[in-house]
């Protein structure tokens, strides 16, 4: 599928339906850089906790954040 058959002007609900649509064969990776060895050496797991409702945004753990 072909990138012009989505507009910055199509809402949401659309470009879903046209995503849904589409076959994993539809979509054009070509953009998107191959994984080197760089970015796997650099990569962290994330483990989701699956009791947790995941379909609303939460705010990541500060542990790493000093306060002065």
Known sequence: MSNNQFSLDMSPEERHRKLVKMSDEDIDYSDIPELDEDFLEN???????????????????TDHIRHI
């Open 43 to 61: 990569a962290k797991l994330v483990i989701i906790n699956e009791t947790q409702d995941n379909t609303s945004p939460s705010i990541p753990p």
